[in-house]
């Protein structure tokens, strides 16, 4: 499974836009970029997914570049319930073996 | 529907001791797992399942057993529990051939091995 890379940690005001950005160099032709969502003593939870160009839902955008690289997972005017651990992952088209890194905690003061 | 629970929320065992942590899902789901996360780390797969009757290891399995035999339940057995097995424990359900990515994960079991 392809290794992601994307920031540790990342600071943000009440109303702001988000935008976090991963890195997958050796994405697989059949993998899908898929986001999870972490709240503190909570199980994870499904954000997003995509392959290429754009993917929009109630939730954030998902941009994907054509060499598709990187992604870029994007939260639009965020809000203080918004403060969770978000993962960037890449996995083949109904792969079931998610594989999580750290993460990127997302702090979102007033 | 409930989704994906687990019980219990909170345990407590001495070095040694063995127990069952239970998930059970609702969904008619093919796909479950069972992870752990320990402070500040991602999620690390131990066990999976593809249907009842079929179970593989993922990334960490020393320690655990699991099995499937319903398409609904899928307990991790502790067979001797360590310190180093404190963590807190998630189980997941999926479809397995969807489309989609999507799994659903249960409230945590949150296991403290003394």
């Known amino acids: 499974l392809a290794k992601t890379t994307q920031p540790i940690s990342m600071d943000s005001y009440e109303g702001q836009e988000v935008n976090i950005t991963c890195s997958h160099n050796n994405i697989a032709t059949n993998d899908y970029i898929t986001w999870y969502q972490q709240f503190p003593s909570q199980g994870p939870r499904f954000i997003i997914q995509?392959?290429?160009t754009k993917v929009t839902n109630e939730v954030a955008s998902l941009f994907i570049p054509a060499d598709r690289k990187s992604s870029t997972l994007s939260l639009p005017r965020v809000s203080l319930s918004d403060t969770a651990v978000y993962y960037c992952?890449?996995?083949?088209?109904?792969?079931?073996?998610?594989?999580f890194g750290k993460g990127t905690t997302l702090s979102v003061s007033s | 529907n409930a989704g994906v629970t687990q019980t219990p929320k909170f345990q407590v065992l001495k070095t040694g001791q063995s127990m069952t942590l239970q998930c059970a899902q609702d969904?008619?789901?093919?796909?479950m797992s069972w992870y752990r996360q320990d402070p500040g780390m991602g999620l690390r797969l131990i066990h999976y399942s593809v249907g009842a009757g079929i179970t593989d290891q993922g990334e960490v399995p020393n320690g655990y057993n699991v099995s499937r035999s319903t398409t609904e339940d899928f307990p991790l057995r502790l067979l001797s529990a360590a310190p180093s097995q404190t963590s807190v424990y998630f189980c997941a359900s999926s479809y397995s051939d969807r489309g989609t990515n999507e799994q659903f994960f249960g409230p945590g079991t949150r296991l403290t091995v003394l």
């Open positions: 995509g392959y290429k």
């Open positions: 992952l890449v996995v083949p088209r109904g792969g079931t073996a998610l594989i």
């Open positions: 969904m008619n789901h093919e796909y």
